[in-house]
């Protein structure tokens, strides 16, 4: 059980048995009345979004989520597919669900994917991932010391920008909360 008071962003409730992630909350404190907190939750099966004011002190059940080590295999028509490592095991995970964070997914790159009752309802991604350019402006030398940048499509069609003396094919680092470029990484070669 969690209390109002303990509220996070992030955090996962049940409201009527239904699992909820919290986007957002705002503690406020009338000048009469008792104190209570406006909450926005998003559904984690259906990806609504709900505006719920609760009484302060309220209890809230925290749902019975598994989070479970699986590689990125393929997308289709509406889902994506990922692999349970060691049975096997492929679990399709609804685009709904996913949103914007099929941005940072490439083939074989290993996520945590949510399960309630049994079923996948949401991915959690590293920190950061690697990504290839597929397209940009062509890398002058000498332009690593200013703080300059430039559009860069990656390989899932995200555009981020990046500093001007990056070229076509260069692997970068970015970070998957704010889509920010981090760094060029070295090649093993």
Do not use: W
């Amino acid at each position: 059980m969690v209390s109002t008071n303990n509220f996070k962003k992030g955090l996962k409730i049940l409201v009527k048995g239904e699992p909820y992630n919290i986007i957002d909350f705002q503690h406020v404190k009338p000048g009469k009345g008792n104190q209570f907190t406006r909450t926005k939750l998003k559904h984690l099966v259906t990806g609504s979004y709900i505006d719920l004011t609760i009484r302060s002190g309220e209890k809230f059940q925290i749902p019975d989520i598994l989070y479970q080590d699986m590689s990125f295999l393929y997308k289709d028509d509406n889902d994506f597919y990922f692999m349970d490592s060691s049975s096997y095991e492929q679990v399709p995970v609804s685009e709904k669900c996913i949103g914007e964070l099929a941005n940072f997914l490439t083939e074989n790159i290993l996520i945590k994917v949510c399960l309630f009752n049994g079923q996948a309802i949401g991915i959690e991604l590293p920190k950061t991932v690697q990504l290839k350019i597929t397209d940009t402006d062509p890398g002058l030398k000498g332009n690593t010391a200013t703080s300059a940048t430039k559009p860069a499509t990656l390989e899932t069609g995200l555009v981020v920008q990046v500093p001007l003396h990056l070229n076509k094919n260069d692997i970068i680092k970015i970070n998957t909360n704010d889509s920010s470029y981090i760094e060029r990484v070295k090649n093993n070669k």
